[in-house]
């Protein structure tokens, strides 16, 4: 109520503005460089019109969609405007020094300009309220479906690593305390670090070394995981947990399509503010991948990345000779 009410003083300042400045304009005579009492009368029936125009007619009829009303009542408040200036101004107020023969041509030139002049600041205003509402509701939109998709990744990963947990719980594992560890931490960092919608990019490079190291602790040795990085991360900051979810994709479907020989390569390079990320896996065509790039996880961080960096990324996957290639360009802030 308050803002709606901010607005309203705000479109009447202006309109007032506009007012003056047409009397000032309309009332000034410059053949005589004087004030001319005839035209200052116009004018102050331009504005009575157009303001029983701009805030009668138009939201009471022309936006409630009764559109034929609202045109008859026009023409009838124009009418009215002429029937003041030329029985009543002319006429009666100054008849003895600026009478003057009714011409409907040149008196509709002379009343449209001013009205169309300030009916149009309405129309104006409306539309530019209007734009903003919409990109309101947009912002919201966009808000509303990237807490969707955050919401639906922590669940997702934490469902992957707690399966990988009770398998090595029910073995006995030496590796379980240190596997708890290692989730917990990155769970921390989910819960607490992540609630801004962009974090420092070093922060998130640490979180994704702690999750290949607790990826890692459930390879033994069955393969070989290389993790490099270039470039001056300084101050740049990403929105989380995008990169994550193409590395959990690579250990995943890696890990369980093969029992030994497992290559998983991750280079993180950064030029100047542009992030480039490759993630390349290997895998066996004894297990079902057909699905690699059909999963909840990439499918929401597709979406995050077109919402987030909707102009400012590259993403190309790739599915071939037993490997699974994700390349990612970023413009970061």
């Known amino acids: ?51 029983i125009i701009n805030y009668i007619l138009i939201p009471k009829f022309l936006y409630k969609k009764k559109a034929k009303i609202f ?16 029985f009543v101004v002319e006429k009666i107020l100054l008849a003895s020094s600026h009478g003057r023969g009714f011409n409907l041509f040149w008196t509709l030139l002379d009343v449209l300009p001013p009205l169309a002049f300030l009916v149009g600041f309405k129309f104006s205003w409306d539309a530019i309220e209007k734009q903003k509402r919409i990109d309101s509701l947009s912002r919201l939109v966009v808000e509303s479906e990237l807490n969707f998709l955050n919401s639906q990744i922590n669940p997702h990963f934490l469902f992957n690593n707690l399966n990988n947990l009770y398998a090595y719980a029910l073995e006995n594992s030496p590796k379980t305390p240190k596997i708890v560890l290692s989730l917990s931490s990155i769970l921390r960092y989910m819960l607490y670090d992540c609630r801004e919608d962009r974090i420092l990019l070093s922060k998130e490079i640490r979180n994704l070394k702690d999750y290949i190291e607790l990826y890692h602790l459930q390879f033994d040795d069955k393969g070989k995981v290389n993790f490099n990085i270039e470039g001056n991360l300084s101050q740049l900051k990403i929105a989380p947990l ?46 079902n991948t057909n699905d690699l790039s059909k999963g909840i996880g990439l499918k929401n961080v597709k979406g995050r990345l077109d919402i987030i960096y909707s102009e400012k990324h590259e993403l190309t996957i790739e599915d071939k000779n037993n490997m699974y290639k994700v390349f990612l360009k970023v413009e970061l802030e």
């Open 71 to 86: 045109f008859l009542l026009l023409i009838l408040s124009i009418t009215v405007v002429i029937i003041f200036e030329e």
């Open 242 to 287: 995008i990169l994550m979810v193409f590395i959990e994709n690579a250990f995943k479907h890696s890990y369980a399509s093969q029992l030994n020989n497992i290559l998983i390569n991750i280079s993180i390079k950064i030029t100047d503010k542009t992030l480039y990320f490759t993630c390349d896996n290997n895998y066996s065509n004894n297990s």
């Open 1 to 51: 109520m308050v803002e709606l009410w901010k607005r309203t003083n705000k479109e009447y300042f202006f309109f007032g503005i506009l007012t003056v400045l047409l009397f000032l304009l309309n009332s000034f005579d410059k053949g005589q460089f004087g004030f001319n009492s005839r035209k200052a009368l116009y004018s102050i029936s331009y504005v009575i019109c157009a303001l």
